[in-house]
């Protein structure tokens, strides 16, 4: 059987990890790694696939940045003669980006099957590309693997229950065999922050709150006013829209560093009081690791990680000071997101249904 998988983002590079690590346990399975380039520089993708011990990808499409369309439709016109070269089994999508959709339409254009992991994610809001990617991704595929039963549900309201099979979430599988391996190494922070004191880490990329300078800078004020030092991990998208509103990203609380590779991210957050960000992957790692989260954002897709304080929607930026400064809580934090053990269990269902 072979299994050809269209990646393009950082998180997508983690559930790839799992992926591919579990494909070259499988008997009888071969894995194509197709690699957009929707995140093309090396700190945004080269290092993760080093970090993380992915095979180098098979193919990298270097569609690189542009407008959503641009960028989606780049991608299509380079996906069709990497289909029919390789013919898979299953092109199997990880979640909601440009990539996620361009390999979809490409694969189902030439009658090849499509496996979505992490379907079922909705966050309602059709203001967010990731929302229209997911959902038209979801109503496309063959078969939809959901991290939750959340997710099920979603899938099961629009009519795709007999597609859905729940198989946890792969991005587990990486953050706790990652967590337990770099637990007591040295952190890599900006140069200001105490490790050894109580700091905070943040990441902030989403266009409703980078294209708009002055929501832009309200968060920024937001941070820069917070109790502790910051560890602000900055996007390329954030500093590109910085600079051009003219907004400094340091002062006050706020140190600026570059984005971590996934294993010091995950150090980092691990040993962290408090995570601030708009990031739904980094909203489920703080979940994971057991650090209260504070998301700026009016919606979550990971509607779990509310549940008893670990997560906080805070829609108002003036608010966040108090938000990310709020007592760590003292209750469980359910095993919503699977047993380290869901990308065995997508690999062996797509041998399973494999024709």
């Known amino acids: 059987m072979k299994i050809l998988s269209v990646v393009g983002a950082r998180p997508q590079f983690v559930k790839l990890a799992a992926v591919a690590d579990a494909a070259a346990e499988a008997e009888g399975v071969e894995h194509v790694i197709v690699h957009t380039g929707q995140h093309y520089d090396a700190a945004m993708s080269d290092v993760f696939f080093a970090d993380l011990r992915i095979p180098a990808p098979d193919v990298n499409l270097g569609s690189g940045s542009g407008t959503h369309g641009r960028q989606t439709g780049s991608m299509l016109a380079a996906m069709d003669e990497v289909l029919e070269e390789h013919r898979p089994d299953w092109v199997l999508v990880y979640g909601d980006t440009n990539s996620t959709l361009a390999g979809t339409l490409s694969a189902v254009k030439m009658h090849l099957r499509v496996a979505h992991l992490e379907a079922g994610l909705r966050s309602f809001n059709r203001r967010m590309p990731e929302e229209h990617n997911r ?57 200001g922050i105490d490790p050894a004191a109580d700091f905070a880490v943040a990441t902030i990329h989403r266009a409703d709150n980078t294209d708009d300078p002055e929501r832009l800078r309200a968060i920024v004020r937001g941070l820069q006013s917070l109790d502790m030092p ?95 400064g709020r007592p760590r809580p003292t209750a469980d934090r359910p095993d919503h997101y699977g047993d380290g053990q869901a990308a065995q269990r997508v690999v062996a269902l797509l041998q399973e249904r494999a024709r």
């Open 135 to 191: 959902v038209l991704t979801d109503h496309a595929a063959d078969l939809l693997l959901a991290p939750t039963e959340v997710a099920r549900e979603h899938l099961a309201a629009e009519g795709l229950a007999e597609r859905t099979v729940v198989v946890g979430d792969v991005m587990t599988d990486v953050c706790l065999r990652v967590a337990a391996a770099v637990r007591d190494q040295p952190l890599r922070l900006p140069e």
């Open 230 to 324: 910051l560890a602000l991990l900055a996007h390329p998208r954030l500093v590109a829209k910085a600079e051009a509103a003219g907004i400094d990203l340091a002062g006050g609380a706020v140190r600026v560093g570059e984005p971590l590779a996934y294993p010091d991210l995950v150090a980092a957050v691990q040993r962290a009081r408090a995570v601030v960000t708009d990031s739904g992957g980094l909203q489920k790692e703080a979940y994971l690791l057991g650090t209260p989260c504070t998301t700026v954002r009016t919606e979550t897709e990971w509607v779990e990680t509310l549940e008893n304080g670990w997560n906080q929607l805070v829609a108002d930026p003036a608010d966040l000071p108090a938000a990310v």
